[in-house]
């Protein structure tokens, strides 16, 4: 039996590729059980596998669509770059796992005679087919549909149907994208029936310009094109001009819906009008500049691989839509055909990417490259054709990438000649060769700040391999840009996405970017407690694997938003609301659409708690433009300049003078969409209005009643400071009290407050390291530094007896410590200062560096605190938190845009952001207060001044980072609290730049106060 998986070439026995479409003709769908048997070696079992006659009812049952390695055979394997067998091409190992495919099927009751087709979607990675003992032929090239004539093989009854599926092939070297190894045949197979003298394949250009549109289909066979709508019935092959049609584009997805028949088929048409341009060095569609909001999608579900359904599209495209994302770049290969019918009628701009990335050759210097090499070029343009003649059709399709990351050779040329002859429509990118010459786009992958923001003065620096001032180089400063992958989006974070987005909006040269990525690639799977968790790379035995990082999205992989999907959603969202004085600025970012699908509300809070609420009237505001209204007359009432109350534009109530008073504006939808209902917040904007700063929330506790804010202490000098008195207690213990705070006389440490029973402070340096944190490289490896000079590992030293405890008076109490790690000199000393007054415990925090923290003995490390904070035990029965601040998700220094200023509550618990693999989270910057509440216990208040970062856990930071699942935490019994000064940002550094330096915490002298109260009753 011949084996084709090593053969370089694409495929044998298939039709022509045509476009995808849906018509009345009837169709078969072959989904559902099959019979299958896995071997170890290409031979699968052998001949007898096309032999009708096959006993084959000991085989076992399996999905198709489906991977096998999700259903109970073998195991998925996970690399990033690394090719998972030896570089030796076209050739594979012996042991090559082969899932052998049989399916008996019937023809359905009056299926026509005639013409029959037997497509298949996706076969990852070869696939061989025989129908009734006939071999079909085979093909590569996973991610992309084939076709087989079965015209006279096909019968009424009894059919027999084989599939054989290499894992590797010579295609999965052109295959190497970041990615699960998922084998199998995971798209649909459908029998098609064609009529004689039909319409097999045919193309619609529909233009736009000034108004009107330009519509002309051609067809392989004749036929009659219908669009009711426009009054059009014209022949295939006659172009016709429209005087007025509606434009298509992502935010008005206008689809004219028509008709294509012929000999006797009725062929669905959704035409959307529009042109894309590269002019004047910038991305143009329908004439006007576009700004791509976009993310980078693998088809992905953690329990079913890339076999998605369409109930997950929508939802994706849904999540999307509601998140203010408009574009998507099907990384790294053409999606399932339904995705982009789905963008067509929602409204995305997609990027539609070729099924070709080689980036193993890393490990060869390159050598052998398939685009190199000329045994490869028929199969890299058969995927070409493939993409575009399926894809060719869909007006959300407006660039063709030929690929990624793949290097370059002569190959490149060959794709771009094809394709532009073929569609000269759409621009092309690539991003890969830094000649640039086969891409209409200069392109690049996470760049700095720094580095984008030359990249829009087109001052960036040559690429490595091109001549300073060569035609190559000066062609390429005058491309637009494309920022195909930026912000990776791995664990807790990616940070800076509203520096990265005001850059992109700031310079015309840019068309967008594309965060890395849309979803986690965690594959489901039950520990020994029938606990469900998600996989990565790491989890499988087997290497090479890439470990987590395949986690690297904006969703989990249950497809629950993360916190950085939030962020992302502020900082695209297409209108911009601010206040200037007193009017109200709105900005409309959409590249296309007015305003005038949104309606506008406000609301007044004082200290979070509403006092007025009402509908602002915004004027019809064009695509690009800004337009300004005053503030409504019920707010102005509240500024602090006297102001004539006149309560029109919604409903006010007196404010009182102190407490913040924040104005919160929002743009919402005025009518339900098919992604979202009426209501649905698509941007935001708050300003403070009040003059004075005040931190004093209103509140219904005591503890509210008499706020407290101490500035420093000053000292006694020490032979003036009275020694701390021995109070009792247990045998040998030392307790010193201040008011109602009693401490350890041993280590300085507050041990309880109004008869609460707590623990702390203690200096806390340390977070769990978040995926960003550990970086890629030495350059960004932030926490192997740390870990490194050992602030993991702080012990404390307080400074007894008289060096250590201060009474300076009667209210107050001074507590020094030195705090560090084993094997170096480098610390903190500290300093906490104490102060009783009216029912409340006011405390400074003093901390100074000390030691060898830029350090030559040591590697030449200079490293930064990750933290700088206090840590606090309290008793585990507190189960709750309220607070006033940024909320109520998680926020951090450069994360922090989508967490409003408002009074939030939340349990403990709901604290916790279940990353996959457990790492720093919950943090929650500029907190004015909070309030710790349990069943039985008294409420702690804390009170910033003015603010801190606060984060309540059930576990340590050391546990976190040991942690290997979100279920391995588990309750130790105590809450953990951290009142911090501050932490260092996220940054995006598991792959891309090291985190700015601004976002950085410097060793220096640090100082923050705080006052806690302890409350008891209601």
């Not at 940002?985 to 792959?991: D, K, N, R, V």
Request: aromatic share 8%; glycine share 10%.
């Amino acid at each position: 039996m011949v084996e084709f998986h090593e053969d370089p070439g694409p495929g044998s026995g298939r039709r022509a590729p045509r476009a995808d479409f849906v018509s009345d003709a009837p169709r078969l769908s072959l989904n559902g059980r099959w019979r299958f048997r896995l071997s170890g070696t290409a031979a699968g079992t052998g001949p007898s596998i096309s032999d009708p006659g096959l006993d084959d009812t000991g085989w076992d049952p399996i999905r198709v669509p489906s991977h096998w390695v999700l259903e109970g055979h073998d195991q998925p394997l996970y690399t990033n770059t690394a090719y998972p067998f030896p570089i030796d091409p076209p050739y594979l190992p012996d042991l090559n796992p082969t899932g052998d495919y049989r399916l008996r099927f019937d023809l359905p009751p009056g299926w026509p005679d005639g013409r029959a087709v037997l497509r298949f979607q996706g076969v990852d990675s070869c696939g061989t087919v025989w129908l009734n003992g006939e071999l079909l032929g085979h093909s590569k090239g996973s991610r992309l549909p084939f076709e087989f004539d079965v015209t006279g093989v096909v019968r009424p009854r009894g059919n027999v149907l084989a599939v054989r599926v290499q894992r590797w092939s010579s295609g999965s070297y052109l295959e190497d994208q970041d990615m699960w190894w998922l084998p199998g045949i995971f798209r649909d197979v459908e029998l098609l029936s064609r009529p004689e003298g039909g319409i097999d394949d045919f193309t619609v250009r529909a233009s736009y310009a000034s108004g009107s549109g330009t519509l002309l289909v051609t067809a392989d066979a004749p036929g009659l094109v219908e669009v009711p709508e426009l009054g059009l019935a014209v022949a295939t092959g006659q172009e016709v001009t429209i005087a007025r049609v509606e434009p298509w584009s992502a935010e008005h997805p206008r689809l004219y819906h028509g008709t294509l028949t012929a000999a006797g088929e009725t062929i669905e048409l959704a035409i959307g009008f529009r042109t894309v341009e590269i002019s004047g060095g910038r991305l143009l569609i329908n004439g006007a500049p576009v700004l791509f909001r976009g993310v980078n999608r693998h088809e992905h579900d953690p329990d079913r691989g890339r076999s998605l359904d369409r109930e997950t599209m929508i939802r994706d495209i849904e999540l999307m839509k509601r998140h203010n994302v408009n574009a998507v770049r099907t990384a790294h290969y053409p999606p399932h055909p339904e995705f982009l019918r789905l963008c067509d009628e929602y409204g995305l701009w997609v990027v539609d990417e070729c099924d070709i990335e080689t980036h193993g050759f890393i490990y060869s210097g390159w050598e052998g490259n398939p685009p190199a090499e000329p045994m490869w070029r028929e199969a890299l343009l058969d995927r070409t054709r493939r993409m575009v003649e399926r894809d060719k059709n869909h007006p959300s399709v407006v660039i063709w990438s030929l690929g990624n990351e793949s290097g370059s050779g002569p190959a490149f040329a060959d794709l771009e000649t094809w394709i532009r002859e073929r569609d000269p429509t759409r621009p092309l990118h690539y991003e890969r060769d830094p000649s640039y010459r086969h891409s209409d786009f200069y392109s690049l992958m996470y760049p700095s700040l720094d580095d984008l923001e030359r990249i829009g003065r087109r001052k960036e620096e040559t690429p490595s391999g091109v001549e300073p001032g060569s035609d190559d180089d000066v062609r390429r400063r005058g491309l637009p840009f494309l920022l195909c992958e930026y912000a990776h989006a791995m664990g807790n974070g990616p940070g800076s996405l509203v520096e990265y987005q005001a850059i992109l909006e700031s310079y015309e040269r840019f068309c967008g970017g594309f965060v890395w990525e849309w979803i986690d690639h965690g594959l489901a799977g039950v520990d020994a407690f029938g606990r469900r968790y998600y996989r990565h790379g790491g989890d499988i035995d087997h290497q090479p694997n890439g470990g987590r990082y395949c986690l690297d999205g904006l969703l989990f992989p249950d497809r629950t938003p993360s916190p950085g999907l939030g962020e992302l959603r502020k900082a695209i969202e297409p209108v911009s609301i601010s206040v200037e004085g007193r009017e109200v600025v709105v900005v409309n970012k959409h590249d296309a659409v007015s305003l005038a699908h949104l309606g506008f509300r406000w609301r007044v809070k004082v200290d979070g708690i509403r006092r007025a609420a009402g509908t602002l009237e915004v004027p019809d505001c064009p695509a690009r433009s800004e337009v300004r209204v005053p503030l409504p007359d019920a707010v102005t009432a509240m500024l602090p300049e006297p102001h004539p109350a006149a309560p029109a534009g919604g409903e006010r109530q007196p404010v009182e003078a102190s407490g913040e008073v924040w104005l919160t504006i929002e743009a919402v939808l005025a009518e339900d969409t098919r992604w979202a209902p009426a209501g649905h917040v698509i941007a935001w904007g708050q300003a403070r209005l009040d003059s004075a700063t005040s931190h004093s929330p209103v509140s219904h506790s005591p503890a509210s009643h008499s706020p407290v804010s101490h500035g420093p202490v000053s000292h006694s000098p020490a032979s003036h400071r009275p020694r701390p008195a021995d109070e009792g207690g247990r045998a040998g213990e030392v307790r010193v009290r201040v008011g109602e705070a009693a401490f350890d006389g041993r280590t300085g440490r507050l041990t309880s407050l109004g008869g609460l029973e707590l623990d702390g402070p203690v200096l806390d340096v340390w977070r769990a390291p978040t995926e960003n944190d550990r970086g890629q490289g030495p350059r960004n490896a932030l926490a192997a530094d740390w870990e490194a000079v050992g602030l993991d590992r702080f012990l404390h030293r307080f400074l007894h007896r008289a060096d250590g405890l201060d009474r300076p008076d009667d209210h107050t109490l001074v507590v020094r410590g030195r705090s560090g790690p084993a094997t170096r000199t480098l610390g903190f000393r500290t300093t906490y200062t104490y102060r009783w007054q009216d029912g409340t415990l006011h405390l400074l925090v003093e901390a100074d560096p000390v030691g060898d923290w830029d350090d030559t003995a040591y590697g030449h490390l200079t490293v930064t605190p990750p933290r700088m904070g206090t840590r606090w035990s309290l008793p585990g029965g507190y189960t709750d938190v309220t607070w006033f601040g940024r909320g109520p998700g998680e926020s951090y220094a450069d994360s922090r845009a989508a967490a409003r200023v408002g009074r939030y509550a939340r349990s403990i618990d709901a604290l916790q952001t279940p990353y996959p693999v457990p790492q720093e989270n919950g943090n929650h910057v500029e907190t004015r207060w909070l309030e710790l509440s349990g069943p039985g216990l008294p409420t702690l208040r804390v009170d910033g001044e003015p603010h801190l970062d606060f984060t309540a856990r059930r576990w340590t930071s050391e546990a976190l980072q040991a942690a290997r699942r979100p279920h391995d935490l588990t309750d130790s019994g105590r809450v953990w609290l951290n009142l911090d000064h501050g932490q260092q940002g996220l940054g995006s550094a598991s792959c891309g730049p090291a985190l700015p330096g601004r976002y950085r915490l410097e060793v220096r002298r640090y100082s923050w106060s705080m006052t806690l109260t302890v409350v008891r009753g209601s």
